[in-house]
């Protein structure tokens, strides 16, 4: 069973050997006036799309999906970020088998075995945000919101949970909610990348708030270094602000080429011999 793990994701961190588990996550792909599109990602981290969350194995499972940005559900991430337990194997078997379901349009049996697993192992958030994710994609929006809640209520140090409960607050026009819950799952992971552009895809889009928008762009584009069409859509926001466009990183200047029959300013040294030697421990 993939259960959400706090991994690196930079759009991208990745644990040691994981479930090939997916979440949705609502992230806009490109700029305004496009409201959020579906980005699945694995245990914080981008696979493909409509796949159901999940997280990596061992001992740190925090998130595993996707994107978006709540009210009166903050509360329960206020608190420090918890400890996670560890994932057993009897729950990664139950877990893929649900996803499996998921997977395949069974909607049916895996709600009933995500709910089931939830029932089993509390302390994880991932079951219960696939409940969420089924939820939402068959329109049941209230119920999405509330199984969500519950999700980060069991486990508030999940971002994936916070992003996916900040979707659907935005499907439901909770605007300032969804702001909310996005920044909820940014301080439980400040790497997660798809809550900052949902972050800024609320702010923007349905808060007025291009300020925000613009610090939110800007830090997702920092740690997914996307251009297109992010790039624009930064630069656009800064006109609105008033603000210059922002400096390109000038290129590193070249070095001179040398004159043929001359040697370089500096000639690489050699390693020392030290450092020849094999690896202790290694066999030959």
């Given at each position: 069973?993939?259960?959400?793990?706090?991994?690196?994701?930079?759009?991208?961190?990745?644990?040691?050997?994981?479930?090939?588990?997916?979440?949705?996550?609502?992230?806009?792909?490109?700029?305004?006036?496009?409201?959020?599109?579906?980005?699945?990602?694995?245990?914080?981290?981008?696979?493909?799309?409509?796949?159901?969350?999940?997280?990596?194995?061992?001992?740190?499972?925090?998130?595993?999906?996707?994107?978006?940005?709540?009210?009166a559900a903050t509360t329960a991430a206020t608190a420090a970020v918890p400890v996670h337990p560890e994932v057993?194997?009897?729950?990664?078997?139950?877990?893929?088998?649900?996803?499996?379901?998921?997977?395949?349009?069974?909607?049916?049996?895996?709600?009933?075995?995500?709910?089931?697993?939830?029932?089993?192992?509390?302390?994880?958030?991932?079951?219960?945000?696939?409940?969420?994710?089924?939820?939402?994609?068959?329109?049941?929006?209230?119920?999405?919101?509330?199984?969500?809640?519950?999700?980060?209520?069991?486990?508030?140090?999940?971002?994936?949970?916070?992003?996916?409960?900040?979707?659907?607050?935005?499907?439901?026009?909770?605007?300032?909610?969804?702001?909310?819950?996005?920044?909820?799952?940014?301080?439980?992971?400040?790497?997660?990348?798809?809550?900052?552009?949902?972050?800024?895809?609320?702010?923007?889009?349905?808060?007025?708030?291009?300020?925000?928008?613009?610090?939110?762009?800007?830090?997702?584009?920092?740690?997914?270094?996307?251009?297109?069409?992010?790039?624009?859509?930064?630069?656009?926001?800064?006109?609105?602000?008033?603000?210059?466009?922002?400096?390109?990183?000038?290129?590193?200047?070249?070095?001179?080429?040398?004159?043929?029959?001359?040697?370089?300013?500096?000639?690489?040294?050699?390693?020392?011999?030290?450092?020849?030697?094999?690896?202790?421990?290694?066999?030959?």
């Amino acid at each position: 069973m993939s259960l959400p793990g706090s991994s690196k994701h930079a759009v991208t961190r990745a644990a040691s050997p994981a479930l090939a588990v997916l979440a949705l996550l609502g992230a806009c792909h490109s700029a305004p006036p496009q409201p959020e599109q579906p980005l699945a990602r694995v245990p914080i981290q981008a696979p493909p799309p409509a796949a159901p969350a999940s997280a990596p194995t061992g001992t740190n499972p925090a998130a595993a999906a996707g994107a978006a940005t709540g009210g009166a559900a903050t509360t329960a991430a206020t608190a420090a970020v918890p400890v996670h337990p560890e994932v057993p194997p009897a729950a990664q078997a139950d877990f893929a088998r649900a996803v499996g379901y998921m997977r395949a349009g069974n909607a049916t049996e895996a709600e009933l075995d995500f709910k089931q697993i939830a029932l089993e192992y509390p302390q994880f958030a991932a079951p219960l945000v696939n409940v969420g994710i089924l939820y939402r994609k068959a329109g049941r929006l209230e119920e999405s919101e509330q199984v969500l809640k519950s999700a980060v209520a069991h486990e508030s140090g999940s971002a994936v949970a916070w992003s996916e409960l900040g979707v659907t607050q935005r499907m439901r026009g909770e605007f300032k909610d969804a702001a909310a819950s996005y920044e909820q799952a940014i301080a439980a992971d400040p790497q997660f990348a798809p809550a900052w552009r949902n972050l800024a895809v609320v702010s923007d889009l349905y808060l007025g708030d291009p300020q925000r928008a613009l610090t939110a762009l800007a830090r997702y584009q920092e740690l997914t270094h996307e251009e297109k069409p992010i790039g624009s859509w930064i630069a656009e926001l800064r006109q609105r602000l008033g603000m210059p466009p922002a400096k390109r990183p000038e290129a590193a200047p070249q070095a001179p080429t040398p004159q043929p029959g001359t040697a370089p300013a500096t000639a690489p040294e050699a390693a020392p011999a030290s450092s020849a030697r094999a690896p202790s421990g290694a066999g030959v």
